[in-house]
């Protein structure tokens, strides 16, 4: 996600909101049994995000929308595997429930709080079993605020569900953290006058009088926060990227315009879109074969004041100048790192924006603008004075700061400072191990920099404390990456 989003958006004002009733629970198992899962995976910056116990691999959502109430309902039938025999289990939904059965039988549920949904099943699950849970629920998105976020993005005509580092909670229930990453099987119904576009790929539509239920499926792993659907008067063009060398796949390709946009910016932005399948191309030639099985983009013409790299599809606000561009990069380099290869913890988020950055300034770099190492430089002539900038520690940013300027900045900088430092082989190197070999899982920036040194065969301690930690801006020397 470029870093034009976190800089106009920040934090936004919790919101007080009252969650669905249920029946209570029973009391908890002997500690010898069955035992309850966690409420949360495990990561710090945000404690509620995901669940313990319990590792999910199909999403099968099914909602409608009503755009004159802003009202959603939905029922997700969620294929889960228990890593633990449980007594009960919970999921991340912020929308009002009214049932909940798994395997079919109806389950006990309650809401301990507004952002967890609390399942005991009808009977103790073992672990290993494979289950389905099924829940069915429905309210007004734009009501409910999690974390400092309220991200529901929509008005009487369009809605894009978008946004990072939460976004499932809104409108389906969820294991919701990159490291359970589980197949997408999307279906949204609203007016048959508008359109719908999804992740992966458009499955079918179909018109029921005044109403249309399109189908979009994600062949490979997603974190849940990455599933978006968008839905309004949209321009459509889709293709098929013919491979152009030997051992390359042919790339189907979906793009999408909000006809609300109006001219000259709608033909300029659907031009901009149609240029994904060029630059997905040119970032297989840095970094190796594209991980997923399409691509493509879309234009909304609300206003989220940032870009976000939605698996296979992102999403983009209506964009000016040279900046477009970058921003259209910066989202296809996350379809490797962030989408593909995701954070293992929230604290590691400098890996993904650190690599696009970078893969900004390799674009500009091989398409006759400044050298990557030139512009590294640059950069750190300008902000060498700047004590805000180089006092964040970037592989730790904190919770309220992820999406700061220097996590982008700082973090490219580190890669093409990397590049100088260990050569051209071993730089792309690494690069390429780290995406082959994490494809459809996640890993944090401890386990990057430990690839560092094993491909390269130098001590990276001290490069890697100057750019990532130490409060103050690297010495220009040769071991830190300067020429």
């Known amino acids: 996600m470029p870093r034009t989003r976190r800089l ?227 321009e459509v063009d889709r293709g098929t990227d013919r491979a152009a060398t030997p051992g390359e796949r042919d790339l189907p390709w979906y793009v999408a315009v909000s006809r609300r946009i109006p001219e000259p910016d709608r033909s300029r932005s659907m031009d901009l879109m149609r240029r994904t399948p060029a630059i997905v191309r040119w970032t297989e030639r840095q970094v190796g074969d594209y991980p997923f099985g399409s691509t493509g983009g879309l234009t909304t013409s609300l206003d989220p004041g940032f870009a976000l790299e939605n698996q296979t599809r992102p999403t983009y606000p209506v964009m000016h100048g040279d900046g477009a561009l970058a921003t259209v990069v910066h989202e296809v380099a996350h379809q490797w790192f962030g989408d593909s290869v995701s954070v293992r913890g929230w604290r590691d988020i400098w890996v993904n924006e650190g690599a696009a950055t970078f893969l900004e300034a390799r674009y500009a770099e091989t398409h006759g603008g400044v050298p990557a190492q030139r512009w590294m430089e640059r950069t750190h002539a300008a902000l060498a004075g700047s004590e805000e900038f180089w006092d964040l520690r970037v592989d730790d940013p904190g919770p309220s700061r992820m999406f700061a300027a220097p996590v982008y900045v700082r973090g490219g900088m580190t890669f093409q400072a990397l590049r100088q430092r260990i050569g051209e082989d071993d730089f792309w190197q690494l690069l390429r191990t780290w995406v082959r070999d994490r494809a459809g899982r996640h890993g944090s920036g401890a386990q990057l920099e430990a690839l560092a040194e094993r491909v390269s065969g130098e001590d990276l301690d001290a490069f890697f404390e100057a750019w990532l930690r130490a409060p103050r801006p690297p010495a220009r020397t040769a071991a830190n990456g300067f020429a």
Do not use: C
């Not at 004002?13 to 049994?33: D, F, I, M, V």
């Not at 976020?149 to 409108?171: F, I, K, S, T, Y």
């Open 8 to 234: 106009l958006t920040g934090l936004l004002t919790a919101a007080l909101l009252l969650g669905g009733s249920a029946a209570a629970l029973p009391g908890e198992r002997a500690a010898t049994g069955p035992r309850p899962g966690a409420a949360g995976i495990g990561d710090p910056y945000f404690p509620r995000d995901g669940n313990g116990g319990i590792d999910v691999r199909r999403y099968d959502v099914d909602v409608s929308y009503d755009f004159a109430r802003g009202r959603l309902s939905g029922t997700t039938r969620l294929t889960l595997r228990p890593t633990q025999a449980l007594s009960r289990f919970n999921l991340d939904l912020l929308l009002p429930v009214e049932d909940v059965r798994v395997d079919g039988r109806r389950a006990g549920w309650t809401r301990p709080d507004r952002h967890e949904l609390r399942i005991r099943p009808a009977r103790p699950l073992a672990a290993g079993e494979v289950v389905t849970v099924l829940v069915r629920y429905a309210g007004r998105p734009a009501r409910f605020g999690y974390a400092g976020e309220r991200n529901w993005l929509a008005d009487g005509g369009e809605v894009v569900a978008m946004n990072q580092p939460h976004m499932a909670p809104w409108w389906f229930p969820a294991n919701d953290h990159p490291r359970d990453k589980a197949v997408m099987d999307v279906a949204v119904t609203v007016p048959a006058a508008k359109q719908v576009v999804g992740n992966g790929r458009l499955v079918s539509r179909t018109v029921h009088g005044r109403t249309a239920t399109t189908r979009w499926r994600a062949a490979e792993p997603m974190a849940p926060y990455l599933a978006f659907f968008a839905a309004g008067p949209f």
